[in-house]
């Protein structure tokens, strides 16, 4: 009976180390799995941060006042007419909720209701983006300690893939692609503007838009070069630390056959 006894106790602790093994286990890779999804956030981040800089970047649209001549197409001065760009950039990237009010044109109610759209879609965009601020950070960080060079390569391609798939409709036609960017991200039509009532979109024509998606899609092209720099120097630095530990190794054992003989 107590010899029965101890080995039923036995068991009973295999069986609880082989659990705690096996919780361990589950656990790594769990946070294998997890950390592999914050590598695939770092695509999402790149292009998030794509827009949100290039909406922001307002030598771009001050270069276009005088590329696409909106002084003498819109009448307006180019002192007013960058003034009330300025006001609408600041406004939808401002956290703060203010009336839109631009500083020298008139908008109708439907024009300021879309604006506010805008706004609130950047918020939301830039709330966003801190969080895959975060899980790029943690995935690039196991990425390299753990040498999993590959995934850099990986990140590389799909962020590549972004300029390649959107380049051929822009290229077809930009307007409907504009249009169906609209209606994907908007629940109404306030964003087709009157002229006569909404100024501001006089000083707003498509061609800016065109000018600030390749501007967005060229900066994508680069960073995805820049990961995939990343990718050929780090496993080319892993192919030099694996020879050199592959040599020691060779020399300890020459030695430890000599010493033997």
């Not at 975060?134 to 590389?156: D, M, P, Q, R, W």
């Not at 009532?197 to 998606?213: A, C, G, K, Q, V």
């Amino acid at each position: 009976d107590i010899l029965a006894g101890r080995t039923k106790s036995v068991q009973i602790d295999i069986a609880i180390l082989d659990k705690i093994i096996n919780d361990k286990k589950n656990k790594k890779t769990f946070l294998d799995k997890l950390s592999v999804l914050t590598v695939h956030s770092i695509p999402i981040f790149i292009i998030l941060t794509s827009v949100l800089f290039v909406f922001s970047f307002k030598s771009l649209y001050y270069f276009d006042i005088d590329h696409l001549d909106l002084v003498r197409v819109t009448g307006y001065s180019k002192e007013l007419i960058a003034r009330n760009y300025n006001y609408v950039v600041d406004y939808c990237l401002s956290p703060i909720n203010t009336n839109f009010n631009l500083p020298d044109l008139p908008s109708s109610n439907n024009g300021i209701t879309h604006f506010k759209d805008v706004k609130k879609l950047l918020q939301n965009l830039i709330k966003i983006n801190f969080l895959f601020l975060f899980t790029s950070i943690y995935g690039i960080i196991y990425t390299i300690k753990k040498e999993k060079y590959e995934y850099f390569k990986l990140v590389s391609v799909n962020i590549f893939l972004v300029p390649i798939l959107l380049s051929i409709p822009f290229a077809l036609n930009f307007y409907k692609s504009f249009e169906v960017f609209h209606k994907i991200f908007f629940r109404n039509d306030y964003w087709l503007f009157d002229s006569t009532y909404d100024p501001i979109i006089s000083i707003l024509p498509e061609e800016f838009f065109f000018h600030s998606s390749v501007f967005i899609l060229v900066i994508l092209i680069l960073f995805s070069l820049v990961f995939y720099f990343f990718y050929q120097k780090l496993k080319d630095s892993l192919y030099v630390k694996k020879g050199s530990n592959n040599e020691r190794d060779d020399r300890n054992t020459i030695t430890g056959s000599k010493s033997k003989s």
